[in-house]
Structure formats: C-alpha cells, structure tokens
C-alpha cells in the first residue's frame, strides 16, 4: 500500500485510485496526484484544484531523515534547503512569477497566472 507524502509548506503527492471500464472488464487505475499548500494557493490567488488528499486517509510527513541520507548531508541541512526553497517558491509566488519546480525522479510542479499543473 503506498502513502501519501506532506512536504511542510509546498503541498501533497499521493496515488489515488479510479476505475475505469475497458470493454467488459473494470481496470484499476493508480493516479499521481499533488495537492499545493493553502499558503502558496492563498499568496498567488491559485484556482482551487479541488482534490483534498486529507479526506480519506492520513498522509505522511516528508522523513527529512530519509531525504538527507539520500543526499548525504545532515537531516539539519536537508530541512533548511527544502525550507529555504519552499520559502524561495513562496517570494516568486507574491510577486505574481510564473514557476517551475522541478522534484527529480517525481516531475515538475508549474504555476502560471492563477493554475498549477502537476507533470509526472
């Protein structure tokens, strides 16, 4: 069973599941989906997406430990460059800049004028 992930301030990335009818047979479809912070949705005036990973099941918080063994830096260092780039992304926000995050490995987080797509 996979879990959902809470990265503090940025948003949400789970898999949800949708069904799906191919001729007779019902299919099982794993989704990405992301969820964008209220804090960066509320600074740029976002268009509501409607999805809330919330509802239905409990999402886990980013392991900063897990992060900073993947990188090979301290859990302290990992946390200030994931709140430094989060507070960074938040700045361009306010100021109405269009913006492009790219998540290795995961996809790219693109705000521009009022939506936010999630590329995977």
Request: hydrophobic fraction near 40%; charged fraction near 20%; glycine fraction near 8%.
């Amino acid at each position: 069973l996979l879990q959902g992930v809470r990265v503090p301030t940025l948003g949400s990335f789970d898999v949800v599941h949708t069904e799906t009818h191919v001729g007779s047979k019902t299919v099982t479809l794993q989704m990405p989906v992301f969820y964008l912070a209220r804090n960066l949705g509320g600074v740029s005036n976002l268009m509501d997406n409607n999805i809330d990973l919330t509802e239905d099941k409990q999402l886990e918080p980013l392991k900063y430990t897990k992060v900073a063994a993947q990188a090979s830096v301290s859990r302290r260092k990992a946390e200030s460059c994931i709140l430094g780039t989060t507070s960074l992304l938040y700045h361009c926000l306010a100021k109405g800049e269009s913006v492009a995050f790219i998540l290795r490995d995961v996809g790219v987080l693109l705000i521009e004028g009022r939506k936010a797509h999630m590329r995977f």
